[in-house]
């Protein structure tokens, strides 16, 4: 069972628009989302989280946002910049637990912004 | 630097001999994991530690070992290693308390297994 679904392999956007990247989860269990940005050939760096008690989270150009009745999370960046072309990943992480802090990464979606 | 060190980079092996792949981090974190990223999965769990001497299985931990000796080493040992096996492997850590800011990753170490 996958809990956490990003639905879109890719997505292609030019320079200056708006990114949205989409995730759904199916565990209402998790504490916090998270999301990645992955280079090729390097490790995932941490983006932005948000704690599911929140509804919205935002750091300068990204802002993620939460809709728990859904069961979907979403990253806007703005503007789009060539340098956001990578994989994005979105996680759910739990707080408490044996679980605790584990990430549940989604399939991830590559980010294509065209100059 | 703070930093996740994991060594070798790339790696080549043939079926059924034992490997290690290393991983060091600075930053004297309690919880360091073990993932695995292939092609249309994401990235998976292999294995994770909470603290010296506490691991425990992730989503995909057979084939695998692990130990966690020391606070800052967290190796990943394949035994007898299979084709199935290949794929890019990623160390993280982070330290304790909550979790919003995720792990910190390593840079990865791509490893074929012929």
């Known amino acids: 069972d996958q809990q956490v679904k990003q639905n879109s392999p890719s997505l292609s956007v030019q320079e200056g628009r708006i990114s949205i990247l989409n995730c759904d989860y199916t565990?209402?269990?998790?504490?916090?989302f998270l999301w990645y940005k992955k280079y090729p050939a390097e490790g995932p760096t941490f983006l932005i989280s948000?704690?599911?008690?929140?509804d919205k989270n935002e750091d300068g150009r990204f802002t993620v946002f939460l809709n728990k009745s859904a069961k979907h999370l979403s990253l806007h960046i703005v503007p789009s910049q060539p340098g956001d072309s990578a994989v994005y990943f979105c996680a759910g992480a739990f707080n408490y637990g044996g679980s605790q802090g584990n990430l549940i990464f989604g399939k991830g979606t590559k980010l294509s912004v065209k100059p | 630097e703070a930093q996740v060190t994991q060594n070798p980079r790339y790696l080549i092996t043939v079926t059924g001999k034992k490997l290690t792949v290393t991983c060091s981090q600075n930053m004297n974190h309690e919880y360091m994991s073990w993932y695995r990223q292939d092609p249309g999965l994401g990235l998976r769990q292999i294995y994770y530690s909470m603290n010296v001497e506490v691991t425990d299985k992730g989503d995909v931990p057979e084939g695998y070992k692990v130990s966690r000796k020391e606070k800052r080493n967290f190796p990943l040992i394949l035994e007898s290693p299979s084709p199935n096996q290949t794929s890019l492997y990623f160390c993280a850590s982070r330290g304790q308390g909550d979790v919003r800011y995720g792990y910190t990753f390593g840079s990865g170490t791509r490893l074929t297994v012929v």
């Open positions: 565990n209402s269990m998790f504490d916090y």
């Open positions: 948000i704690s599911s008690i929140k």
